[in-house]
């Protein structure tokens, strides 16, 4: 019989697995700070729970996490890109990012994706799966084990790695639910920020849960034509549902909505296209994350020059729009979505 995996598991849950054996619930406290917050691997490091106990457990359960296939340093040291395996062989890519606010990890939430934005490495090979609330977890208990190591912590999380979030809707919930518990990394929801590419349902459906998450919306393009281009969801989901989604969001939360725009070189990042996309968000509790581009090796986009973005930018910010563009960070360690997993995978 396999043993049962408790990495992922509530403390309710973890409970009730415990009464079976007659243990008591205040064990389930001390197993649970073990599992995600004291990095233990297995039930023998568990040090403050008898021996007995400890093989108890052992016969029954196991601790799984990920492993770690691959690993790139930025030569600042400022980022580590991490590619982990699960336990059926899928791999994500999960970057650290130490800012001076305080250390930021990048997440996936599905290995490989299917929707085929035309600048992402990630929809190369579609979707394999999603993952479970646990995987997703578990990308973040790994990296908060590591820097527990210098006496550091996951301080915030951004939810744009590999995958569509809102497409792996209920293990997401599932996952922000467990990190904001006290027993697991007892993270703020303000310090979560989810990112779509724009799944018009789902976006209504998170404003619902009210929770003070950051939602950030990729938005590309400025016009239907040209993000249906670059975005095929946008066939699905035209440009102003998106809009009119995240002002809903706005509103319902009160959280200001972050649109991200990838600027690439002389397709969308004229002061025409400034000019649309300002019209298109003015008035809205909303700001704009300029991104230059991180070439694609399998695609033909170019980076615009800094005179290029400044201009973008500067029109943004004196009509209105607030607007900021994305410190880089890893762009020389294939830190762009995707780009690690490809080249390791040999996909
Ligand atoms: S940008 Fe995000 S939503 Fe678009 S294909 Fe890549 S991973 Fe998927």
Redesign the pocket.
């Known amino acids: 019989m396999s043993k049962k995996n408790l990495f992922g598991i509530t403390i309710d849950e973890l409970k009730v697995e415990l009464s079976k054996l007659n243990i008591p619930a205040f064990r389930a406290d001390q197993i649970a700070a073990w599992i995600y917050k004291r990095g233990a691997e297995s039930f023998d490091e568990m040090t403050d729970l008898s021996k007995n106990l400890r093989q108890q457990l052992n016969d029954l359960y196991t601790i799984r996490m990920v492993e770690l296939i691959d690993k790139l340093e930025s030569k600042d040291g400022l980022t580590t890109k991490f590619l982990l395996q699960f336990e059926d062989g899928a791999n994500v890519e999960t970057v650290l990012m130490r800012h001076n606010y305080g250390n930021s990890i990048c997440i996936s939430t599905q290995v490989g ?5 035309k ?2 490495a ?2 190369l090979k579609g979707l394999q799966r999603n993952l479970t609330a646990a995987e997703i977890l578990a990308e973040v208990v790994f990296v908060n084990n590591l820097l527990q190591l210098s006496n550091q912590k996951v301080d915030t999380i951004v939810i744009m790695g ?3 979030p809102l497409m792996n809707f209920d293990n997401l919930i599932q996952f922000l639910k467990l990190i904001h518990e006290p027993y697991t990394l007892n993270l703020s929801y303000r310090k979560i920020t989810v ?1 779509t ?1 724009g799944i018009v349902p789902n976006i209504y459906k998170l404003a619902e849960l009210n929770l003070p998450i950051t939602l950030s919306i ?1 938005l590309h393009a400025p016009n239907n034509e040209l993000r249906s281009h670059l ?1 095929p ?1 946008n066939n699905n989901f035209n440009i102003n549902e998106v809009v009119a989604a995240g002002r809903d969001y706005g509103d319902t939360t009160g959280r200001r909505v972050t649109y991200e725009y990838i600027l690439i070189d002389e397709l969308n990042d004229t002061i025409k296209h400034a000019r649309q996309l300002s019209n298109l968000l003015k008035n809205q509790l909303a700001n704009v994350n300029l991104i230059p581009i991180n070439p694609v090796a399998e695609k033909d986009f170019r980076r615009p020059s800094k005179e290029r973005v400044k201009m973008f930018y500067d029109y943004l910010n004196s009509h209105g729009i607030g607007a900021t563009v994305r410190k880089e960070m890893g762009a020389a360690i294939n830190a762009a ?2 780009q690690l997993r490809i080249s390791h995978n040999n996909i």
């Open positions: 994706c299917a929707m085929g934005c600048f992402c990630s929809t590999i995958g569509e990112s590419c990729s975005m969801i979505c995707g």
